[in-house]
């Protein structure tokens, strides 16, 4: 199994910026495909953003223009840069990733980190 650790959650006013961190815990993780996921209370979870292995990036609708994904494969990190929060963007934000470990197709899910935007 591979475990991915996020960070960077937290509360912020509308128009303020957040930066979210996924790592997975294993260097030898050969990740596909990285995103990050939100479900806020009462709703489904949804695709906020993916980055593939070849840097194909896809954004959800409502977050074009505001949020940008990237990643670092060395330190098989990828980054959520969040500008222009609303208070709809208010959820719980999982981070999803999917690759090879060694011989064995994987996905993974973090724990998930709370983003809160006040009005």
């Known amino acids: 199994q591979v475990k991915l650790v996020e960070s960077g959650g937290g509360e912020v006013q509308a128009g303020g910026s957040l930066r979210l961190a996924c790592t997975a815990s294993?260097?030898?993780?050969?990740?596909?495909?990285i995103g990050w996921y939100r479900q806020a209370p009462g709703k489904e979870r949804e695709l906020v953003a993916v980055i593939s292995s070849g840097g194909t990036l896809k954004y959800a609708d409502s977050v074009k223009g505001r949020f940008t994904i990237s990643r670092d494969k060395g330190e098989n990190t990828a980054y959520l840069q969040m500008n222009s929060l609303k208070p709809e963007d208010t959820a719980v934000y999982y981070c999803n990733a999917d690759g090879w470990l060694v011989t064995t197709y994987l996905e993974s899910w973090g724990q998930g980190t709370p983003v809160t935007v006040s009005s």
């Open positions: 294993q260097s030898t993780f050969s990740i596909a495909n």
